[in-house]
């Protein structure tokens, strides 16, 4: 039997990588794909923080796929936020909580996606259906992708659904959520040792709608001050991605995972940024009170405008 890839996409978060690990787990014990789990980017701390808890290795780096190789997607269905040579691909699944953008296949798939805050809330889902009893370790990994996605049911892309699993999940980990879940977002606000490039890679994503490429990456923190001294260092590095990557617009999002506020930085058609959430850019910034999703309080209105 052909070995399956699954992988989240690239810049990977928690979701993305622990997610993949989760579907290996639930294939092995369904026994009808021969599965493995991949990642597409460097383990990021917040991420290696769940891993060390929970006793489990970081998946491999994955860095192309050739033509024909059956593949799972988790976390992601855009082929822009996903591996090289992804077109090519026999995808044969993919379990997801995003829009769908971007996605063609040439052959019938299994697709799950769920309007939800994570993409382990729906495998957990899919679990209970199939009747697979959740262990321990497993139960870890899926809180963990809940708790960073939803910032410990905080954002507003949590949903009833996601807190159900959590307490659900806790339980089964043995883990005191409120506790584990900061120490968890904690550990990656850690950025004392990341560069400009890096800092702008941890958590970024591509977009375009009609005609225009646009990038938005999120940078979690407890003090946006702090991550704002290198703001002139990040802006070249922005700007050296978006020559190199013909971007039109970067919206780089500083979140406070504490107070649930982001500053952003905007550089490129900030007319657009601008119009979407009714501010005034000055040097380049704004605050958005109340603002930490991505998925429901940024690309929406930079999308509504375009």
């Given at each position: 039997m052909e070995e399956i890839y699954i992988f989240g996409h690239k810049n990977p978060d928690t979701d993305s990588i622990l997610s993949a690990l989760?579907?290996?787990?639930?294939?092995?014990?369904?026994?009808?794909?021969?599965?493995?789990?991949?990642?597409?980017?460097?383990?990021?701390?917040?991420?290696?923080?769940?891993?060390?808890?929970?006793?489990?290795?970081?998946?491999?780096?994955?860095?192309?796929?050739?033509?024909?190789?059956?593949?799972?997607?988790?976390?992601?269905?855009?082929?822009?936020?996903?591996?090289?040579?992804?077109?090519?691909?026999?995808?044969?699944?993919?379990?997801?909580?995003?829009?769908?953008?971007?996605?063609?296949?040439?052959?019938p798939l299994f697709y799950l996606g769920m309007p939800v805050g994570c993409t382990a809330t729906i495998l957990e889902e899919m679990s209970k259906v199939s009747g697979i009893k959740i262990d321990r370790i497993t139960a870890g990994l899926m809180l963990s992708c809940i708790i960073s996605d939803t910032l410990l049911l905080k954002s507003p892309t949590c949903t009833e659904r996601d807190k159900i699993a959590a307490k659900k999940l806790a339980k089964i980990a043995g883990v005191d959520m409120d506790a584990y879940g900061l120490d968890l977002l904690k550990a990656g606000t850690d950025l004392s040792d990341l560069t400009p490039e890096q800092l702008i890679n941890i958590d970024s994503k591509p977009f375009t709608i009609n005609g225009v490429k646009y990038q938005v990456a999120q940078i979690n923190t407890v003090s946006i001050e702090d991550v704002l001294k290198d703001k002139e260092a990040m802006e070249e590095a922005m700007k050296n991605f978006m020559q190199e990557n013909k971007v039109d617009l970067f919206v780089l999002m500083i979140t406070d995972i504490l107070e649930s506020n982001s500053q952003i930085i905007v550089l490129g058609k900030q007319e657009i940024a601008e119009k979407a959430f009714a501010i005034k850019l000055e040097n380049n910034t704004a605050f958005l009170p109340g603002v930490v999703s991505r998925k429901k309080q940024i690309i929406p209105n930079i999308d509504g405008v375009l």
């Open positions: 989760v579907l290996e787990a639930i294939e092995k014990t369904m026994g009808i794909y021969k599965a493995k789990a991949y990642r597409l980017g460097e383990v990021n701390k917040e991420t290696q923080y769940a891993l060390d808890y929970f006793g489990v290795k970081a998946p491999e780096l994955l860095e192309e796929v050739k033509a024909g190789q059956p593949v799972m997607l988790v976390d992601h269905n855009s082929f822009d936020q996903s591996v090289k040579g992804i077109e090519k691909a026999k995808v044969i699944r993919v379990i997801d909580h995003h829009k769908i953008a971007n996605f063609e296949t040439h052959e």
